[in-house]
């Protein structure tokens, strides 16, 4: 017999986005509830690290940025679009203990 997991979580699991330095490993955490994200994209924190200053190479409203903003806000509203409904979207992720090295 073969077992396999699965690591699935639901938009209304997802409480925070990070985003990370890839330099110097600091992270920003924004909320998704409250406005969080919106504030961050229009913050200088959206184009450098506010640690090591390095810059993410993406420029306020770059295609990337709208992008990068558009998924998180949709995260957020996606848990009260399907509030109620008969349909459950879930993620799947890589569990911890199946990364490779």
Do not use: Y
Not at 41 to 52: G, M, N, V, Y
């Amino acid at each position: 017999m073969t077992f396999e997991k699965k690591c699935l979580f639901e938009p209304s699991d997802v409480v925070a986005v990070h985003f990370e330095c890839d330099h110097c490993h600091a992270a920003i955490v924004v909320p998704i509830v409250g406005g969080g994200i919106g504030n961050f994209a229009s913050d200088s924190a959206a184009k450098s690290c506010q640690f090591c200053h390095t810059p993410w190479e993406i420029s306020p409203n770059s295609e990337e940025h709208k992008v990068l903003v558009k998924f998180a806000t949709s995260l957020e509203s996606l848990s009260t679009t399907l509030k109620g409904r008969h349909l459950k979207l879930k993620l799947e992720v890589r569990c911890p203990d199946d990364q490779k090295a």
